[in-house]
């Protein structure tokens, strides 16, 4: 298990050493792609560990820590979608997971949390595991649960079992029921800065850790996905067609993405099209440092008004993307009108 990233460690120490305030339920929320599942993760092993270390992580080494890591802990119950259980690898970030190129187990699977899958934690609370030990409940992205769900969740929150922690983690905490919200101690995870999270890149081997940064948006562990990941190679393909719409072919843009995760896709379009919106009216750029030039010259041509309204267009794209009926058809929609667009003077 890895330890957690430099940009939470002052977060853990004042987090773990005020322990006995938290309550049943913690709700930590932050920005996507900033490590929050990692950091769940890595506290629940902690106050799991038999032994843990004076910073009071867990300590890799004793039982605990050894079902843990082979994710097997009697004591340790995760509740994620099962889209996300179709992609889940060892301890990599899982919140922008969306975004790995993946199988097509993950297209069918669903992207929320059931009822039922809250409605197996009773088993989990009263049946089974060392019934005198702390137990604790992970779930993420808590955003995720339906409204059935998220009811049931509720009524356990409201009559909470004894010696359970619930650790809910979400990007979104406004899309959770106040009343969730309300029976939570909630925590907002630290943002890493520039510095720390460029330093960090490179020490994963990115050799441009700025550039990668910006074009994700400021999150350090999509950024490092961009750069090593399954789709840094299509995230490329894509700046590679899209900075130059002349020799865009939409049809084969659509053909090489396909398997990537269509939202995702969808998100690097419209970062493409803020900076060239931006450019043109501020002559800045926020995500596409490496691509000024090509971006001065593109937004000085392109026509602002038929930009913006394919930029909002993408909006309406973005929530399509969840549910294509065929991607490649809608990937090529996609581009052919970003190619259209572009052509517009
Ligand atoms: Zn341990």
Redesign the pocket.
């Known amino acids: 298990m890895s330890d957690i990233y430099p940009w939470q460690q002052a977060f853990w120490q004042k987090l773990l050493h005020s322990h006995r305030f938290w309550g049943h339920a913690l709700l930590l929320k932050g920005k996507k792609g900033t490590g929050k599942y990692d950091f769940a993760r890595r506290l629940a092993?902690s106050l799991l560990?038999?032994?843990?270390a004076a910073n009071l992580q867990?300590?890799?080494?004793?039982a605990?820590?050894g079902w843990f890591e082979q994710n097997g802990h009697p004591n340790f119950y995760q509740i994620v979608p099962e889209a996300f259980t179709a992609v889940a690898g060892e301890t990599a970030e899982k919140e922008e997971n969306d975004d790995k190129s993946s199988t097509a187990t993950k297209k069918s699977a669903s992207q929320q949390i059931g009822i039922e899958q809250i409605r197996k934690l009773n088993d989990f609370v009263y049946l089974t595991g060392h019934q005198s030990g702390y137990k604790i409940i992970l779930i993420y992205p808590a955003e995720a649960m339906n409204t059935a769900a998220a009811n049931a969740l509720l009524k356990k929150l409201e009559e909470p079992p004894e010696n359970v922690l619930f650790i809910l983690v979400t990007h979104q905490p406004q899309h959770l029921l106040p009343t969730i919200r309300s029976r939570c101690q909630q925590l907002a995870l630290p943002l890493p800065d520039v510095a720390t999270s460029s330093a960090w890149l490179r020490q994963q081997g990115v050799t441009d850790p700025e550039e990668c940064l910006a074009a994700a948006g400021y999150a350090p562990l999509l950024a490092l996905q961009l750069a090593k990941g399954d789709n840094a190679q299509s995230f490329e393909q894509f700046i590679r067609q899209v900075a130059d719409p002349k020799r865009l072919d939409p049809l084969l843009l659509a053909e090489a993405l396909q398997q990537n995760s269509l939202p995702v896709v969808v998100n690097w379009l419209q970062k493409w099209c803020y900076d060239l919106i931006s450019y043109r009216t501020t002559g800045k750029v926020r995500y596409f440092l490496k691509q000024l030039p090509a971006i001065q010259t593109l937004s000085n041509q392109l026509d602002p008004l038929a930009c913006g309204s394919f930029f909002r267009e993408l909006n309406n794209k973005q929530k399509l993307a969840h549910h294509p009926l065929n991607p490649r058809l809608f990937l090529e929609d996609l581009f052919i009108a970003y190619a259209a667009m572009m052509q517009q003077r």
């Not at 867990?58 to 004793?62: I, K, L, P, S, T």
Request: aromatic residues 0%; proline residues 8%; contains cysteine.
């Open positions: 092993q560990c038999n032994a843990p867990a300590c890799d080494q004793c605990s820590c």
